[in-house]
């Protein structure tokens, strides 16, 4: 049973999933841009825009946190993360379990990173493959981070890399498969297409402007994608809520670039 399409984590079957775990996955330099974005309370504020389906934080930060926000924010919670400062073949420590978060966070859903093409690759689906099953058994939807990388990889951008590795959600059992943009609405479609009903989300990457990044979203969404997940486009800028406004449009409402850039004008 997929318990993704009746969840709380999708709206009218899109998902737009805040993505915040950069303070274990990359460390403060993520936050200097927007020094405010390093307060995890500013974020939650942030995820409570309409457009955000539900927050991907880890352990720490949804139990410090997340009490206060459970009424308003739906939690994703992130079970592995590594640091930058590991310098090893690609691999996720665990942090959390799906029991853990489930009946002492309250998540909603649960988040999972697997590096295709590492070294560690069989004990990271192995360990995806618990998640999963455990996951199954609560009735959460599975996010998995499926960003191929390693020894075994020469090029993470390629097209063909990304369809596999959204195929890899379809064949390990995610709900939703999150990956890197392929870089064109016609490579979208391939991978969509390898991934059945796992729906595949793109993957956010470092700050671009405005029109850039929509355009990217959008060529997602009209190749049948489901969304996006999202950290450093929302909250590295001066005013998120705007960029989620226009991600609102383009997601949800079927909105063009301008349009939706129309509707959430810079100085407004
Ligand atoms: O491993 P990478 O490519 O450096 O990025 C990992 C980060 O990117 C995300 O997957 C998405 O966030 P961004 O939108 O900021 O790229 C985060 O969940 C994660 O912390």
């Known amino acids: 049973m997929r318990p993704i399409d009746d969840a709380p984590v999708t709206r009218d079957g899109k998902v737009l999933v805040l993505a915040y775990d950069h303070g274990i996955e990359h460390g403060p330099v993520d936050f200097d841009p927007q020094p405010e974005s390093a307060n995890p309370e500013h974020v939650f504020e942030v995820a409570t825009h309409p457009a955000v389906t539900s927050l991907a934080v880890g352990k720490g930060v949804a139990e410090a946190y997340y009490p206060s ?3 308003d924010v739906s939690l994703l919670a992130k079970l592995n993360g590594t640091s930058n400062l590991w310098m090893g073949e690609p691999d996720s420590a665990v942090n959390c379990s799906v029991e853990y978060a489930a009946e002492e966070l309250g998540a909603e859903s649960i988040g999972f990173t697997v590096y295709p093409g590492t070294n560690c690759e069989v004990e990271m689906f ?12 609560y009735g959460l ?9 390693g020894q075994g990889v020469k090029n993470d951008t390629k097209d063909d890399v990304i369809a596999y ?8 059992g995610a709900d939703v498969a999150k990956v890197k943009y392929p870089g064109s609405r016609e490579a979208m479609e391939r991978v969509n297409r390898m991934a059945g009903p ?3 989300i793109m993957s ?9 990044f929509l355009e990217n979203v959008k060529s997602v969404i009209d190749a049948g994608g489901a969304g996006l997940a999202v950290g450093r486009n929302v909250w590295q800028r001066e005013n998120p809520r705007r960029i989620l406004d226009a991600l609102e449009k383009v997601i949800y409402e079927e909105a063009s670039v301008d349009e939706a850039l129309q509707a959430a004008p810079a100085k407004a």
């Open 165 to 172: 590795a959204a195929r890899l959600g379809l064949e390990l």
């Open 126 to 137: 192995e360990e995806f493959r618990e998640v999963q099953e455990k996951a199954r058994e």
């Open 198 to 200: 796992t729906k595949v």
């Open 69 to 71: 926000y459970e009424d």
């Open 141 to 149: 939807p599975v996010v998995m981070w499926s960003y191929a990388r």
């Open 204 to 212: 956010g990457g470092s700050k671009k402007n405005d029109r850039e």
